[in-house]
């Protein structure tokens, strides 16, 4: 027998209320999980909400770095991902021993990691930084030389903003953004000439050149609901639309690609989210040696900030 979605969600409403849990969803994810979720939005600000809510689980619906951030910022806390296997790839291009051996190389540099990384890398690092506070964070520290990881393409453009340091990128990448085509966004600017161009700072240097504005996630949703934005070219992963769209009924949102979207982050399907909350698996946690250094890094940024 098939099970309607309304016969799912009631469920999860229900253990939800019994496990006094919270389920995030990122962006990114499904229409139908962001629809569920009590809290939207991009990974740090998400954990940063789980933490301040008096959830005992939280139901982290995107990627396992998330999942591990949000049990960073709450040890007390059970962290559950619905998909054990939900990674990132760009994460996965970093390891923390690695990083330790890169940093032998160059002792001079102050470690600038993108909060879109393992636990591990985070603690090794000295510094996190978010996509929409990266070039203040960089602009922040007193060293010359800044080793920015995983991420070269929001480096790049952190060092086109703040040119005064001497950078070394790592050489990680988003798929999804790394696969948007500056061909792409001039084909849409001709069908669409009076749409703004808003563009995740994870794209390659020559499409942010034809942005209107370089933004977070949450940054493109903030620009979306002003005034004088009625049509909008989204380069990023599909996902967000989802949400633009909700919250700007009225208003135009062009994806850049059909095919810019994230397969780990759709991994995540309502019958996941009720597993989790009946199992209480699959369980995220981080031994405590990392998690401390981990929110050194973590916690340096929001100072800055």
Same mark, same amino acid.
């Given at each position: 027998?098939?099970?309607? %979605?309304?016969?799912? *969600? ?6 939800? !209320?019994?496990? %006094?849990?919270? *389920? ?34 939280? #139901? ?23 998909? =054990? ?6 994460? /996965?291009? &970093?390891? @923390? ?5 890169? !940093? ?28 929409? %506070?990266?070039? !203040? &964070? ?12 995983? /991420? ?29 085509? @500056? ?6 600017? $001709?069908?669409?000439?009076?749409? !703004? ?10 499409? *942010? ?14 620009? =979306? ?14 996902? *967000? ?15 850049? +690609? ?8 759709? +991994?995540?399907?309502?019958? $996941? #989210?009720?597993? +989790? ?6 369980? &995220? ?13 973590? %916690?340096?940024?929001?100072?800055? &900030?």
């Amino acid at each position: 027998m098939v099970v309607s %979605n309304a016969g799912l *969600i009631n469920k999860i409403l229900k253990l939800k !209320k019994e496990r %006094n849990a919270v *389920i995030l969803a990122h962006n990114y994810q499904p229409a139908e999980i962001q629809d569920l979720a009590d809290f939207v939005g991009d990974s740090l600000e998400l954990s940063q909400k789980a933490a301040s809510t008096c959830a005992d689980v939280i #139901v982290f619906c995107g990627v396992h770095f998330m999942a591990e951030t949000a049990y960073i910022l709450s040890p007390d806390k059970k962290v559950l991902l619905p998909e =054990a296997s939900a990674g990132c790839p760009m994460a /996965d291009m &970093v390891t @923390a021993e690695k990083l330790i051996a890169k !940093k032998k190389e160059l002792p001079d540099a102050a470690v600038v990691t993108y909060i879109n990384s393992t636990a591990a890398v985070k603690a090794e690092s000295d510094i996190c930084c978010t996509s929409a %506070n990266a070039p !203040k &964070v960089v602009a922040s520290l007193p060293d010359e030389e800044i080793l920015f990881v995983p /991420d070269m393409y929001l480096g790049q453009y952190v060092a086109s903003q703040v040119p005064e340091k001497k950078y070394t990128f790592w050489p990680g990448y988003c798929p999804v953004h790394e696969g948007i085509k @500056a061909e792409s966004v001039l084909k849409l600017k $001709k069908e669409y000439p009076a749409a !703004k161009v808003v563009v995740h700072p994870e794209c390659r240097p020559e499409v *942010i050149e034809l942005a209107d504005e370089v933004l977070s996630t949450s940054g493109m949703c903030r620009y =979306a609901a002003l005034p004088d934005v009625t049509q909008m070219i989204v380069v990023t992963e599909t996902g *967000i639309i989802h949400r633009m769209q909700k919250e700007n009924p009225q208003k135009q949102f062009i994806p850049v +690609s059909k095919n810019a979207i994230c397969h780990t982050m759709k +991994s995540i399907t309502i019958e $996941k #989210v009720l597993h +989790s909350l009946e199992t209480l698996t699959p369980e &995220v946690t981080v031994p405590e040696d990392i998690r401390l250094k981990a929110i050194g890094a973590v %916690n340096r940024m929001l100072d800055i &900030v």
